[in-house]
Every structure is written in C-alpha cells, then in structure tokens.
C-alpha cells in the first residue's frame, strides 16, 4: 500500500488556516443571522434566497481561504469584504421582488448600495495597515465587487430600469473570464491601472443609482449605456495590452 506522497503542506496548510477559518466561519453564521432578520423585515415577510446567496459566497470563500490564505489571522480588511458580501446578498430581495425599488424601500436599498460601496474604498487601505495585503485579499475584493454588481444589474433589469442589455453591465467581466479559458493569453496577469479601479466604481455607482425609484427611462438607461461604454472601453484597451505581449 502507498504512503501519501506529501501530507506535510497540507497540514501545514489547515493549522495555518484554522484560526482564520474559525473566524470566517463565525463571523459568516452571525452575519447570516443579521442577514435574515434584515431582509425579513425589508420585504415584510420571512426570506431564505439572501441567506442562502450569502451561504454560498461564503462557503466557497472558506474553501480558498484555506488553500490560499497564509496568515493565522483573518484581518479586518477580510472581515469588512465579507460584510460587503452579505449587504451584496442583501440586494436579491429586491431581485425576487422588483416592486421593493418603488417607494420608500427603493430609497432604503439605494441608501445600502451606497454603503455597500462606500465601504469598498476601506477594506484596501484596513489591509495595508495591518499589514495583510496580499493577493488572496485583493481576489477576494475583487469577487465581492463582481458579484455585487452583476445583482444590481439583474435588479436594473427585473424592475425595468434598464433593458435586459443591461445585464452586460453585470456581467462583462465574468464573459471576460470565460473567453480566457479559450484564449489562455486572456488569463495572462495585467499590470495595475488606477483606469480601471475608476470605472468599477462608476460601474457599480451607475448601478446602485438604478435602484433609486427616481431612476425611470430613458434617464436610467442612458446612464447605464454610458457607464457600459466606459466599462467595454476599459476591457478593450486591456484585452489590446494582452494581444501585444502573448
């Protein structure tokens, strides 16, 4: 009978991560308590789908903490990025219940969009201060920001803010990355460019501002064809900078 080639790296691997997985773990369970208790009471009847969106981020984001996380701490910086998840969670009430965007609960998910990407701008800064930066970090952002606006685009969409083109503003990163596994040059690594940091945050910005129940066409959906201009634009100079260097 063989012996396992190498169990040494993955247990080092699990003892470096217990202590951050404990508190991801932890902090997800209560934020899943704070989730539902939220969305319940802005849709005015019990509501499972946010908790479960958020249960699902959260277990995949357990799964590559442990493989990819190296220090024995979570951080704050993470912490807050998982908090940015759950209010991104928050935002399938209004997908299951686009008559949520009209009224005064339409200002109260305008208002939490907005923090929710107030708080984007604070995980960076939190993680480069207690000095847990590092790519694990910055992917995790990253995702939370993907999928925070790919919701808001399909909330843009069911209450007719804009038209189903509008999912492309969603969702032009994750055909960004289906092309790469086509066209592996496409997944080759991109220098960092404040261009792009900027137009996520107009992207994402746009999209909050559908929610708001003044948002109504055609003013909705030229803010939205501008802002989707802006983000084929970025992705297009990168995919240009990728073709020059394969």
């Known amino acids: 009978m063989s012996l396992p080639s190498d169990p040494l790296p993955h247990a080092v ?12 773990v932890m902090l997800s369970v209560g ?15 019990a509501v499972l789908l946010p908790v479960l969106g958020f249960g699902m981020g959260a277990t995949v984001s357990c799964l590559f903490l442990i493989r990819h996380w190296p220090a024995r701490r ?7 990025t998982l908090g940015r998840l759950a209010l991104a969670a928050l935002m399938l ?7 949520l965007t009209e009224g005064s609960s339409g200002w109260v998910f305008f208002c939490l969009a907005l923090v929710t ?3 984007d701008g604070v995980d960076g800064p ?12 910055a992917r995790f952002d990253m995702e939370v920001d993907s999928a925070f606006a790919f919701v808001l685009a399909a909330v843009a969409w069911r209450s007719e803010a804009a038209g189903g083109w509008v999912l492309m503003l969603g969702g032009l990163r ?12 496409l997944d080759a690594p991109l220098p960092q460019r404040f261009r792009r940091k900027l137009v996520c945050v107009v992207q994402i910005a746009v999209l909050a501002g559908l929610l708001a129940p003044i ?12 802002a989707l201009a802006a983000l084929a634009w970025s992705f297009a100079l990168d995919v240009v900078w990728l073709a020059r260097r394969r």
């Open 13 to 24: 691997a699990l003892t470096r991560a217990r202590t951050p997985l404990a508190s991801l």
């Open 215 to 226: 948002a109504v066409p055609p003013w909705s959906e030229f803010a939205a064809l501008l």
């Open 174 to 185: 994750y055909l960004f990355v289906m092309a790469g596994w086509l066209l592996p040059w």
């Open 31 to 45: 934020l899943s308590l704070a989730l539902f208790a939220l969305s319940s009471w802005l849709a005015g009847s």
């Open 93 to 99: 009430v209004p997908l299951a219940e686009p008559g």
């Open 117 to 119: 990407l107030s708080l």
């Open 74 to 80: 979570l951080g704050y910086a993470n912490a807050l």
């Open 126 to 137: 939190l993680a480069r201060r207690s000095g847990l930066a590092g790519p694990w970090g």
